[in-house]
């Protein structure tokens, strides 16, 4: 008998590729007992869904489209790029 | 203004024009891929000293876009090896200790059994509809150790193979199974904490 652990590995396992028979059925034996992991599984799959919703358009959903570079971040960048083209043996 | 082809001379490095020009394009291509602002910020930092090095090379061919995302690419890929290398023997320890989850993540006791069952989050459908639930994704993708939130983003929003993945990042496919397992599990925890409350989910 698998234990819940087990089970949660299993299953992430099946969501990159087929698992072989036996496996599938063990997995599906604790399932039919564990409510628990019954719920883990609907949210992996959710969790998936998520992902490439994310992935392809959720970026309208996030902030990321109106991401910058901050005026620190720029500002550090643009410091250590001068710091090389100055560099002496740069030019030797 | 026309331009042959032949007449291209080198680009002469012009760090301060391309932060201006393509800093934020580079900065947000980074970021969907490392999923941390400051991880973003330092590959952008390493592309850039790289181009300054490799302006003689630059044909002219390539916009200088083109040809700053492809730098950005390899310095991008070259910064999530370096991660997954650091995270490595972490994870393949705590996966084969029995009571290391207990420990790190508080998910199961010793015998692999839910500490904390996991909850309704209710109609999915719904959930996922949910702008908020999308906000607390990209939240808790930026939470995850870097390693495995590098690994879940280039599977589960780039698309990409396992075996492309294995390639790139030259690990094994069990290296990748562990670090997606543990991407998965912590950013399950980290939403359920997120939308049914924190009440008995916070173990300090």
């Known amino acids: ?92 | 203004m026309s331009k042959d082809p032949s007449d291209i001379i080198a680009v002469q490095p012009d760090p301060d024009r391309w932060l201006q020009d393509f800093g934020d394009i580079l900065f947000r291509y980074a970021l969907r891929r490392l999923h941390n602002t400051a991880h973003a910020e330092d590959v952008v930092q390493e592309t850039l000293l790289a181009a300054i090095q490799a302006c003689a090379s630059y044909s002219g061919r390539a916009s200088e876009k083109t040809w700053l995302i492809g730098i950005l690419k390899h310095k991008i890929i070259d910064f999530i090896r370096k991660q997954v290398r650091e995270s490595t023997v972490d994870d393949i320890n705590a996966l084969s200790d029995a009571t290391a989850d207990g420990g790190i993540d508080g998910l199961f006791d010793a015998r692999g059994h839910w500490i904390h069952p996991p909850r309704d989050w209710g109609n999915p459908v719904k959930t996922l509809q949910n702008h908020q639930f999308l906000e607390a994704f990209e939240q808790c993708l930026a939470r995850l150790k870097a390693a495995h939130a590098q690994v879940f983003s280039l599977k589960e929003l780039h698309g990409q193979s396992i075996d492309e993945i294995c390639n790139e990042l030259d690990i094994t496919a069990t290296n990748c199974s562990v670090m997606l397992y543990r991407a998965r599990m912590g950013l399950r925890r980290c939403l359920e904490t997120r939308l049914t409350g924190n009440d008995q989910e916070e173990l300090q």
């Open chain 1, 1 to 92: 008998m698998l234990s819940c652990k087990e089970v949660c590995y299993i299953v992430s396992e099946s969501l990159d590729a087929k698992l072989p028979w036996h496996k599938r059925l063990k997995v599906r034996i604790h399932l039919l007992m564990c409510k628990a992991c019954r719920r883990m599984v609907r949210q992996m799959e959710l969790l998936r869904a998520a992902a490439r919703r994310y992935g392809s358009n959720g970026h309208d959903a996030s902030n990321l489209e109106q991401e910058k570079l901050s005026h620190e971040a720029s500002a550090r960048i643009l410091k250590r790029l001068h710091q090389t083209e100055d560099d002496p043996t740069d030019h030797a």
